[in-house]
């Protein structure tokens, strides 16, 4: 399955999951790839929340320090009323499905944390003009601008904080929001000539550890799934190894780094260049973004 790694992916550690301003994450697209350089990686991809608006930056910062970009994004769906991310790499940010729903899910998005916070707002001095503030302009507005609005104003001492209470689903401001299933998640990717691989598939109770639900995913095309993740404890790790292999499904690792949103550190966890040889190979929607060495 796997194919053999270019010379530029054996260069330094591969980290597959990185955000920046332009969804939750608190650097720019470009600081990111500078951030990874600084922290010795030789890959890291640039996979905002349901959009690729930092892909033109990052790229520049990638030619800049030498560190090669694989550009992506991760995709919202949901299962019941359990979130499911999909990763997707070296897709097609132009093809016309993926250009639809991701313009979808961040309308909903941004109607969502509206009703959240003129539900918060009743209990607590917060306004939509304070989460605007903790934003980037065109970002898309979600939970962890509200978060960070919330901490501004002294109400938590940090993002973890806001989510574990207020902005927790069973805190009493939660509001639904429009998401796909995983399956047309990763048919939209596919189609548009990605890679999709299941992000941190045992974080916080996820549903898709049931091996029915990850035989369908395969069924709809999922290539692999991110199994060296810090939300993945070590017997779910055991398990998704496990699934991997019965499978045939690629296994990353990744940092989920969003700068000081969050205390994930780039390189954390990585992915062997076997992996991102098999993922290049597969993807036929864009290239990587490979400095001269």
Same mark, same amino acid.
């Given at each position: 399955?796997?194919?053999?790694?270019?010379?530029?992916?054996?260069?330094?550690?591969?980290?597959?999951?990185?955000?920046?301003?332009?969804?939750?994450?608190?650097?720019?697209?470009?600081?990111?790839?500078?951030?990874?350089?600084?922290?010795?990686?030789?890959?890291?991809?640039?996979?905002?929340?349901?959009?690729?608006?930092?892909?033109?930056?990052?790229? *520049?910062?990638?030619?800049?320090?030498?560190?090669? !970009?694989?550009?992506?994004? /991760?995709?919202?769906?949901?299962?019941?009323?359990?979130?499911?991310?999909?990763?997707?790499?070296?897709?097609?940010?132009?093809?016309?499905?993926?250009?639809?729903?991701?313009?979808?899910?961040?309308?909903?998005?941004?109607?969502?944390?509206?009703?959240?916070?003129? *539900?918060?707002?009743?209990?607590?001095? !917060?306004?939509?003009?304070?989460? /605007?503030?903790?934003? *980037?302009?065109?970002?898309?507005?979600?939970?962890?601008?509200?978060?960070?609005?919330?901490?501004? !104003?002294?109400?938590?001492?940090?993002?973890?904080?806001?989510?574990?209470?207020?902005?927790?689903?069973?805190?009493?401001?939660?509001?639904?929001?429009?998401?796909?299933?995983? /399956?047309?998640?990763?048919?939209?990717?596919?189609?548009?000539?990605?890679?999709?691989?299941?992000?941190?598939? *045992?974080?916080?109770?996820?549903?898709?550890?049931?091996?029915?639900?990850?035989?369908?995913?395969?069924?709809?095309?999922?290539?692999?799934?991110?199994?060296?993740?810090?939300?993945?404890?070590?017997?779910?790790?055991?398990?998704?190894?496990?699934?991997?292999?019965?499978?045939? !499904?690629?296994?990353?690792?990744?940092?989920?780094?969003?700068?000081?949103?969050?205390?994930?550190?780039?390189?954390?966890?990585?992915?062997?260049?076997?992996?991102?040889?098999?993922?290049?190979?597969?993807?036929?929607?864009?290239?990587?973004?490979?400095?001269?060495?």
């Amino acid at each position: 399955m796997e194919h053999e790694p270019a010379d530029w992916m054996r260069r330094a550690p591969i980290d597959l999951h990185a955000h920046s301003r332009e969804s939750d994450g608190m650097d720019a697209p470009g600081d990111v790839v500078r951030a990874a350089a600084a922290a010795g990686l030789g890959v890291v991809a640039l996979t905002d929340h349901d959009t690729v608006t930092g892909w033109q930056e990052a790229s *520049a910062a990638a030619l800049e320090t030498g560190v090669a !970009l694989i550009p992506g994004v /991760e995709f919202s769906s949901q299962i019941g009323p359990a979130s499911v991310h999909v990763l997707g790499y070296l897709l097609d940010p132009e093809a016309g499905a993926f250009v639809g729903e991701r313009e979808r899910i961040r309308l909903e998005r941004v109607e969502r944390a509206e009703r959240m916070v003129h *539900a918060i707002g009743r209990d607590y001095p !917060l306004t939509w003009q304070h989460v /605007e503030e903790h934003s *980037a302009p065109g970002a898309t507005i979600g939970r962890p601008h509200i978060a960070d609005a919330l901490v501004s !104003l002294g109400i938590v001492p940090d993002r973890s904080a806001a989510f574990e209470g207020i902005l927790h689903w069973q805190g009493g401001y939660y509001q639904p929001h429009h998401a796909p299933a995983p /399956e047309e998640a990763i048919r939209i990717i596919r189609d548009a000539g990605g890679v999709a691989v299941l992000a941190h598939p *045992a974080a916080r109770g996820r549903p898709v550890m049931r091996m029915g639900v990850l035989g369908e995913l395969v069924d709809a095309g999922l290539d692999g799934l991110e199994i060296w993740h810090r939300d993945n404890d070590e017997r779910s790790r055991q398990q998704l190894l496990a699934d991997a292999e019965r499978l045939g !499904l690629l296994v990353t690792g990744s940092s989920d780094y969003h700068g000081t949103g969050k205390p994930n550190l780039l390189g954390e966890h990585t992915t062997a260049p076997e992996v991102l040889a098999e993922i290049v190979r597969r993807a036929t929607g864009s290239a990587p973004v490979v400095p001269l060495a």
